[in-house]
Each structure stands twice: as structure tokens, then as C-alpha cells.
């Protein structure tokens, strides 16, 4: 069964992104996450991406080749029996069409540096298209069922450093910590996490999680209440049985008859209905709650005096 993180990110990898600065931040994020450069010393440098996510590998060559139709890109996947799962391998041929990008996506220099990144984040749409190709090659979420948990996880210190103030400025309350040689930011509030998938265009999503939060709320709701009910029955029943007790401790002594009115009537009430409420002893007995709770203080009083 696919995981709720990899439903938005199919999701995600169908979302049209017209604008060619929101896809060269999308690709440049994507690419951070997972790429690493190779040479060829006839051809000069080249790209490798790697995906457990089928869609995701795709939107990597869309973007590709709607930037730039002559680059050469292939596919392949590998089976990883360590880690359970297949890997989808994207190569971008080195070539004399790859260096122009690689300049424009800032990644010239041996290696993949987040430095230069800060020029394809001046817009806020290509702010949130950089966060969705970050969260598309190093992201998680839990299900809607679960506490709301959202994480980033990179390779590479600078970008976890990047992304976390990424989302400082935007006003998320984001963490940030290192795991097995891995740099996560995270987000644990639900509207936090609502917000940035709702940021990301995963609005179908963060609708999921709303939905799960309200129905998660209702069922607290009715859980209280079902369990104040429970408890006020239980006071009911071990109040109705002191009384009961009360009672026949009067009639084995013979005290019953000699009990006023009012009282010999309470006591016959209650004997003749050991399972309804105060007020609904009063209720037969004509009189409030209060006076009926006074006539059976006075009853019990009695029968310990016995």
C-alpha cells in the first residue's frame, strides 16, 4: 500500500508549472536533493539522480526537457534488497547542451553548492516551487491519521542549513537536526504542515490532513463525554446503593415505619426504583433535587445512628 507521502508526491509531479523560473527553482532544489556530479573527461560534466519514486524520476526529465529539449537524459532502476525498495536512477549525459544548465541551475564548481540558490528565490512562486522540488526529492509526511509530522531530509549541511531558513522567513516553525549523516528540517504543528503542503500545491492533501484533525477532534469530544456520562452513571449507581443499604438497615431494625411521611415516602420510592437518578426520584416524588437529596442525607444519617 503506497504511503501517504508518496500519494502527494505523485500528486506534486503532476502539477503544471508553467513559469521557467519556478521550474529552474524546482529543478534546482529536486536536483540538491538527490544529484551528484560525474565527468566524462571526453564530454565534460553530467548529472545523477537518484529516486525511490517512480513519478518523481519522470518530473525530473519533464523538467529537463522543458528547459532544455537536447539534453540527453535515460532512466534506470535498480533493486536495493538492503534498503527493500527500488531506486530510479536518472542520467543527464554530459554534453555541451549540460554546462549552460548546470551554470544556470549553479551548479558548476565539482559539486552541488546552495549558495547561488538565493538568485532563484527572489519570487515568492519560485520560493514555493523550490520547497516543492526539496520536499519531492528529501520528503515525508505522516498519514492524516497520525500526529502531523512533516520532514525534509538532505545530504548535505548547507541545504538543511538553506531550507531551514527558507522557512524561518516564511514564519514556519521549523527545526532543524542531523540524523545518520542527514540534515532534516522538520515541521510538527499541524497548521505548519498544513500551510507549507498547502504552499507546495499538495492543497488536496493538506485537506486530508483538515479533515483527519476534525473528525480525530470530534472523536475526542465525544470520547470526553462518554466517558463524564460513564462517570456520572457510576456516581448514580454507587450513590443509589448506599442508599439502598440505608434503607434496609432501617427495615431490619424496624425503624422504616417509624419514619415521618416524607421520609418512609422517599425511602418506598426508592426501594420501588433503585435505578433512576436523584432528579428523577424527585421528579416522582414532587419535590427538587435538593430537597430529595436532603431527604436521603436525613435517611442515611438514620441508619447509621441504627
Request: proline share 3%; charged share 25%; net charge neutral.
Amino acid at each position: 500500500m503506497p504511503s501517504f507521502a508518496s500519494d502527494v508526491k505523485n500528486a506534486l509531479s503532476r502539477t503544471d508549472t508553467e513559469r521557467s523560473c519556478c521550474q529552474t527553482a524546482e529543478l534546482a532544489a529536486l536536483l540538491r536533493m538527490g544529484a551528484s556530479m560525474v565527468t566524462d573527461g571526453e564530454h565534460g560534466l553530467g548529472l545523477r539522480f537518484e529516486t525511490a519514486s517512480a513519478a518523481v524520476a519522470r518530473r525530473v526529465i519533464r523538467l529537463l526537457r522543458t528547459m532544455d529539449a537536447a539534453i540527453g537524459t535515460s532512466v534506470a532502476m535498480e533493486q536495493r534488497p538492503q534498503l527493500r525498495r527500488r531506486i530510479y536512477i536518472v542520467n543527464i549525459a554530459a554534453g555541451e547542451g549540460v554546462t549552460p544548465l548546470l551554470t544556470r541551475l549553479g551548479f558548476m564548481g565539482g559539486e552541488t553548492p546552495v549558495g547561488t540558490d538565493l538568485a532563484l528565490l527572489r519570487k515568492k512562486c519560485c520560493r514555493a516551487a523550490y520547497l516543492r522540488g526539496a520536499f519531492l526529492g528529501g520528503g515525508s509526511v505522516n498519514r492524516p491519521e497520525a500526529g502531523c509530522h512533516l520532514e525534509i531530509t538532505g545530504k548535505h549541511a548547507a541545504m538543511g542549513r538553506a531550507l531551514h531558513t527558507l522557512l524561518r522567513r516564511l514564519h514556519f516553525p521549523v527545526g532543524l537536526t542531523d540524523r545518520h549523516e542527514s540534515y532534516v528540517v522538520y515541521l510538527k504543528e499541524g497548521d505548519a504542515v498544513m500551510d507549507f503542503l498547502a504552499l507546495i500545491g499538495a492543497e488536496e492533501a493538506a485537506e486530508e490532513i483538515e479533515i483527519a484533525r476534525n473528525l480525530k477532534e470530534v472523536r475526542a469530544q465525544v470520547n470526553r463525554l462518554v466517558n463524564v456520562e460513564t462517570a456520572n452513571l457510576q456516581r448514580a449507581v454507587d450513590a443509589a446503593a448506599d442508599q439502598l443499604a440505608a434503607i434496609e438497615r432501617l427495615t431490619a431494625a424496624g425503624g422504616l415505619a417509624t419514619l415521618p411521611e416524607d421520609l418512609r415516602e422517599t425511602a418506598e420510592m426508592r426501594r420501588a426504583h433503585p435505578e433512576i437518578s436523584i432528579a428523577e426520584l424527585a421528579a416522582l416524588c414532587h419535590i427538587s433535587k435538593s430537597g430529595m437529596s436532603h431527604r436521603l442525607r436525613k435517611i442515611r444519617t438514620l441508619a447509621e445512628e441504627v
